[in-house]
């Protein structure tokens, strides 16, 4: 495997396809003939349109205007996701994208928040973390150094559509068709073109996947394998429809818990994006179309239907000359909004270990490697959201409340519960605040803290943590309404 590349074809459009073009055009495509592939007659699987901050680093590699991005893909901003009845019915919490307090050397915040409660200095968490207060009160500004952090809400039709522009401008062919058939090559197994549905063949060098569920190379012609995850996460079926606006959009995404399930909630500036993710063991699809019809605002945009699918991943990613992007390479529900995030690490990895002169074997081992470490940790912390839970009122929450979980999850739970402490590890993608935030507030409360908070008097504390609760209040209290700040920045 040592011929060079000089020929990418990327099966497949939508969100994955036009993302792996854009990153590819912009950065390598004086030295590659990119080639993507797409039928305007297979529609694509959108049931997510948030994000997360990475994609921040991602746009910034591209070079996007911000204020052009917003503008074309009548994006809202977010600052976290507030989870709604996943504890207990009518209780809800916010994780959100922002850091609470002031960290020392040797422990987190929390600690000396831990020691504060216990000392009668009680206040909730979320008033030492700005992002927290901004989503209550909904506000939001972009603010000089970093100083919001947050993602996008986003209508990923118009996504792809202003991506696609950005790659064509960047050297990248689109090419209408429906691929009908994989060819390999006799000698070494690898992709070596497609066949179109119009009779012509499209050869390549390399090949990345982005046809969605099917799959079409990474599984259909390369037999790679699934690693099913639906014993930890048992939702199967998701249903998604858009609604007119009734209100300024909220910067935050809505998740509400239900008896199988849970539901989403997106605000655009022209609409607003609603799902139902649920488990068909305990759900049928009429009685959850039902359900999803009647508890949203505003006047349906779209007919709906289920889409099936199954939680888990290929094997492995990159398969001899093929990466496998977004639905191709597996599905985590898209519950912390981690889909988009998903495909743009593969992309940067993979971009880290381009086989410029040819497939190496050993490139192709480190990036599965890494990938699949980061894809599983990442399971586990959705996976939280579930097994973390005072629910026990219908038998898909007792089962998910009992359910045996990864052995990498319950040990983190377990240093959390005893101690307070939560270390991120190697390129896991959620860091100590996400888990604390949602630990807590999924019912967690640590037994314990780091003796290094217990330091202070209790007048030092009282002073420390007032002049945080002032600095963050005095903060919040300067930004615009998220509608006023999306009235003055979109263009």
Known sequence: MNNKIKKVVIAGGGTAGWMAAALLSKTMGRTLDIVLIESDDIPTVGVGEATIPPLLTFHNILGL????????????????????????????????FGYAGKDCWACSFVHFWLSGKKRGIDYPYGDYCAE??????GKFAVLPKGGMNYAYHMDAGKYAKYLRR??????????????????????????????????????????IDCTGFRALLIEGALNTGFEDWSHWLPCDRAMAVQTESQGDPVPYT?????????QWRIPLQTRVGNGLVYSSKYLDDDSAKKLLLGNVSGKTLNDIKPIKFRTGTRRKHWNKNCLALGLASGFLEPLESTSIHMVQRSLIRFMQLFPSQGVQQSDVEEFNRQNSYEVARTRDFIILHYKVTERDDTDFWRYCKNMNIPETLQQKIDLFSDT????????????????????????????????????????????????????????????????????????
């Open 132 to 137: 927290i207060l901004a989503a209550q009160e």
């Open 166 to 207: 950005f790659s064509e401008g960047f050297g990248v062919t689109r090419q209408e068709g429906k691929i009908v058939k994989v060819n390999l090559k006799s000698d070494s197994g690898d992709i070596g073109s497609l066949t179109l549905a119009s009779g012509e063949v499209v050869d390549g060098d390399f090949f």
């Open 254 to 262: 809505r998740s509400i818990a239900h008896d199988y399930g849970w």
């Open 420 to 491: 307070g402490k939560v270390f991120k590890i190697n390129n896991e993608l959620f860091g100590e605040e996400s888990w604390m935030q949602v630990m807590m507030g999924q019912g967690i409360m640590p037994k314990s803290h780091h003796s290094i908070a217990d330091v202070m008097t209790d007048q030092e504390l009282n002073d420390f943590l007032f002049s945080l609760r002032k600095t963050t209040r005095n903060n919040v209290d300067k930004l615009p309404t998220h509608q006023e700040f999306l009235n003055f920045y979109s263009k």
């Open 65 to 96: 205007d911000e204020r052009e991005f917003i503008s074309e893909v009548s994006g809202t901003f977010k600052v976290g996701i507030s989870f709604e009845g996943w504890r207990q019915k009518g209780h809800k919490y916010l994780h959100s």
